[in-house]
Nanobody, 117 residues
Framework: QVQLVESGGGLVQAGGSLRLSCAAS????????MAWFRQAPGKEREFVAR??????YYADSVKGRFTISRDDAKNTVYLQMNSLKPEGTAVYYC????????????WGQGTQVTVSS
């Protein structure tokens, strides 16, 4: 079955950077749109960024600060987060969507990112 495993979360000061990774298995990685979502305490899960082939799309709140990328040879998607803000504190989730699917087919367990002010 499809498995997504996130890593790279941690504690960082405001203005700092983190790079998240999501390793995928059990799927033909290149056939999937990969995305990052996040869920802050007491809030709903929200979209952060997605990538299909080399086409990227970002939430307005992270545009210009975050970069999503993928390495199809390693079945891995990344999220480079720069200029982090305290409101970026959340659990970050990786998700995979088959190219013809209308919803995300698999989710990771999440990785905690805490941004201190």
């Amino acid at each position: 079955q499809v498995q997504l495993v996130e890593s790279g979360g941690g504690l960082v000061q405001a203005g700092g950077s983190l790079r998240l990774s999501c390793a995928a298995s059990g799927l033909t990685f290149s056939s999937y749109t990969m995305a990052w979502f996040r869920q802050a305490p007491g809030k709903e899960r929200e979209f952060v960024a997605r990538i299909r082939w080399s086409i990227t799309y970002y939430a307005d709140s992270v545009k210009g600060r975050f970069t999503i990328s993928r390495d199809d040879a390693k079945n891995t998607v990344y999220l480079q987060m720069n200029s982090l803000k305290p409101e970026g504190t959340a659990v970050y989730y990786c998700a995979a969507q088959y190219y013809s699917s209308t919803s995300y087919d698999a989710w990771g367990q999440g990785t905690q990112v805490t941004v201190s002010s």
